[in-house]
T-cell receptor, first 109, second 112 residues
Framework: GEDVEQSLFLSVREGDSSVINCTYTDSSSTYLYWYKQEPGAGLQLLTYIFSNMDMKQDQRLTVLLNKKDKHLSLRIADTQTGDSAIYFCAEGEGGKLIFGQGTELSVKP | GAVVSQHPSRVICKSGTSVKIECRSL??????MFWYRQFPKQSLMLMAT?????????EQGVEKDKFLINHASLTLSTLTVTSAHPEDSSFYIC????????FGEGSRLTVL
């Protein structure tokens, strides 16, 4: 079945860029998503990319999509301590999303 | 933007009791809501799709008699965990679609 894989941890220093990577198996998804989850909270949609796009930029966030390799990445520029959270990539249609395991981003001052 | 709210945010119950979790769409109508489950340090897994006025659709491996879903109105879906056991302890998150998919704050269930 469909699968989404992420590395579990990433640690960066404040002000550096963070790059969170994700691979997926279902090439039929129209959209791919990045969600942020802070401790004990629900999920917040950060950004998404349409499957026929290669890149999408939204302020400090840059999403890169390599459809051939089924690889998705999220780059956070000028990472702040407030960016510390778990980041999930997800694919799917409608409300039925398949999530990766989440990458815990730790930002050190 | 659209808001989805869950209640309670935390609940502790004894083994064998039933617990109801509510999911409300506060400023939009949702004919469909989704229930996810998240174990500690793990990803979210879709449990079921809640359909207003009809039966819920459960994902493979999810016991429909244990996780009762009722979607009686366009703004409310409820998930009842019946005869809860410690292994049902988890973070339950609902979502509803209003253009994009909005998630509730989650409900942490602890079964003693």
């Amino acid at each position: 079945g469909e699968d989404v894989e992420q590395s579990l941890f990433l640690s960066v220093r404040e002000g550096d860029s963070s790059v969170i990577n994700c691979t997926y198996t279902d090439s039929s998804s129209t959209y791919l998503y990045w969600y942020k989850q802070e401790p004990g909270a629900g999920l917040q949609l950060l950004t998404y990319i349409f499957s026929n796009m290669d890149m999408k930029q939204d302020q400090r966030l840059t999403v890169l999509l390599n459809k051939k390799d089924k690889h998705l990445s999220l780059r956070i520029a000028d990472t702040q301590t407030g960016d510390s959270a778990i980041y999930f990539c997800a694919e799917g249609e409608g409300g039925k999303l398949i999530f990766g395991q989440g990458t815990e981003l730790s930002v050190k001052p | 933007g659209a808001v989805v709210s869950q209640h309670p945010s935390r609940v502790i119950c004894k083994s064998g009791t039933s617990v109801k979790i509510e999911c409300r769409s506060l400023d939009f109508q949702a004919t469909t809501m989704f229930w996810y489950r998240q174990f500690p340090k793990q990803s979210l897994m879709l449990m079921a799709t809640s359909n207003e006025g009809s039966k819920a659709t459960y994902e493979q491996g999810v016991e429909k008699d244990k996780f009762l879903i009722n979607h009686a109105s366009l703004t409310l879906s409820t998930l009842t965990v019946t005869s809860a056991h410690p292994e049902d302890s988890s973070f339950y998150i609902c979502s509803a679609k209003a253009g994009e998919l909005f998630f509730g704050e989650g409900s942490r269930l602890t079964v003693l």
